[in-house]
């Protein structure tokens, strides 16, 4: 029995639910809605410490964080491989893992600006101040702290853009010359986890990535977006993928229950 | 034929230099100044395009990244193990991993606002446009130029410190709860990621982590310094970690030659 506590369309949710639709492994899904700020209810913060979506329970076992439940996952179902068999290659494809998770707070600078900056003006200072208070990790509490205090510089915000040319620009050079996939001959958790980032940065900037300067990736995307699991997942508007409601709020904090936590 | 360029007492080289003598491997250690920025020089760029330490070379083939290195070499050289066999203690072992590579960014605003405040003041604002030119990362750009324009505030200090009060509090919690190790019964790449991290706030902060509030972490933390690995690894002064003469120059970015880069 596999149960996913996920945001739907983010990041890391995207990643963990594009592994389990590439096994081909029936879960039970459970959105967890981050603008009504369940991810900081006491009962997730009890399965997650960190505060963070998604997490894994796999017969009571709860797995956290997105890359480690990936290599969770592949472990525990080895079939279809999701991981080539070649060291260097292995190594390759964590570190394309890796950059996806290190990109995040870059990636984070963009859409708070441009998605979340709504959501927090929305809330009043003592709403603010409770979601900074069950906010568990530091870090995050200073970004958010940062986008009720209007968010980032200019200069941030150039930092993330450049970071995004940077990364696009070595994945272009890596799948020219040892593609078709990032680790090489097999499509592994490496390409599941940077089309979470690609695909972001497509919505965000149509026209950062023309096919007449990076025609690999453009490729590789293309490959990766006609794959019947990735169709599933990246699609808006699924019962994985709501699409939501205006007008959020911090009832989370204090109502939300895990239905069926023993998984 | 194993070589590791490293940066000796540095965090990440710490990791892999530490998980190679705890597997008892022979290496060659090239030592790379970051504060001659040899790992700017253009013959490093060309081994690691992003610039930063360690690389690992095993019979020509280069490994980068300190996470994926360790995952590499624990795959390629299995005895003895250093990765428990059982799945949800892999997925701990490599959420511990991957939280020593999380706090980076909060140990390094400790760090160079301790550390290396003065060697990038010592530099001429030709030298420090030289280093930002040549330096890959857009991120890391925009730390050094931070550092150079007076360094952090005090509240990003503060975020770091809560930082790290926040996953030391998380250890000491897993320690006492499914100890001995990070990832329950087996010591693993877990407990050497974390060790780089926590042996670097015992020298920042002695007090931070008093054995009244932390017992199992220092139980933890003595248990691994009194292993020979550990204390190799760890002893300044070697030939991995020579005393540096101060007065740093930009020279490597212009004469560093890798010795042997073919490994």
């Not at 695909?199 to 977006?225: A, G, T, Y």
Request: proline share 7%; hydrophobic share 40%.
């Amino acid at each position: 029995m596999l149960v996913l506590y996920h945001s739907g369309l983010t990041t890391c949710s995207k990643q963990v639910r594009h592994c389990l639709r590439e096994k081909g492994l029936a879960y039970q899904s459970r959105y967890v809605d981050l603008l009504r700020f369940e991810h900081l209810s006491p009962d997730y913060l009890k399965l997650n410490p960190h505060g963070v979506v998604p997490t894994l329970v796999h017969d009571g076992r709860v797995i956290v964080n997105s890359a480690c439940i990936n290599e969770y996952i592949e472990e525990a179902f080895p079939e279809p491989r999701l991981s080539p068999a070649d060291l260097t290659e292995r190594a390759r494809m964590r570190f394309w893992v890796w950059t996806a998770d290190d990109s995040h707070p870059q990636g984070a600078r963009l859409t708070r600006n441009r998605r979340l900056k709504a959501a927090v003006e929305e809330l009043t200072p003592a709403e603010l101040r409770l979601v900074l208070e069950r906010m568990p990790v530091p870090g995050r509490r200073e970004r958010w702290q940062r986008q009720a205090q209007g968010g980032h510089s200019d200069e941030e915000i150039e930092t993330a853009i450049e970071h995004f040319r940077f990364v696009t620009g070595r994945m272009e050079q890596e799948l020219a010359a040892r593609g078709p996939w990032l680790a090489g001959e097999t499509f592994s958790l490496g390409d599941i986890s940077m089309t979470s980032l690609i695909h972001r940065v497509f919505e965000l900037f149509p026209d950062m990535l023309p096919r007449s300067s990076h025609p690999s990736l453009n490729d590789w995307f293309e490959r990766i977006m006609a794959r019947p699991a990735a169709k599933l997942v990246y699609a808006a508007g699924t019962d994985e993928t709501p699409r939501l409601p205006p007008g959020r709020s911090v009832s989370g904090i204090t109502e939300f229950r895990i239905a069926a936590s023993a998984g």
